[in-house]
């Protein structure tokens, strides 16, 4: 049997910094499903447009603010090179 070649579990701050990767990569998927969401919206309602729309400004402001703040820990995160 061979000695072990390290921790078998990944550093803290790789591990973060993955997960906000993955976060990243989901985000235009959950963008996708939140704006095909008022397709299944049944009814005629006579303010049902008007509340759609807010619904789409709304959800867009999120993802806006959600891909922000993922970018902004993302790059936060990224290991400095100092060898120069």
């Known amino acids: 049997m061979s000695p072990a070649a390290g921790p078998v579990y990944l550093e803290r701050r790789s591990y973060r910094r993955r997960r906000l990767a993955d976060a990243a ?3 235009p998927v959950l963008g996708t499903g939140l704006f095909a969401f008022p397709l299944l919206w049944g009814g005629g309602a006579a303010g049902s447009t008007a509340l759609r729309g807010l619904y789409l ?3 867009w402001g999120a993802l806006i ?3 922000g703040l993922i970018s902004r820990r993302l790059v936060r ?3 400095s ?3 120069g």
Do not use: H, N, Q, T
């Open 77 to 79: 995160s990224e290991p």
């Open 57 to 59: 400004f709304a959800v």
């Open 25 to 27: 990569r989901l985000l």
């Open 65 to 67: 603010l959600a891909g």
């Open 81 to 83: 090179d100092d060898s």
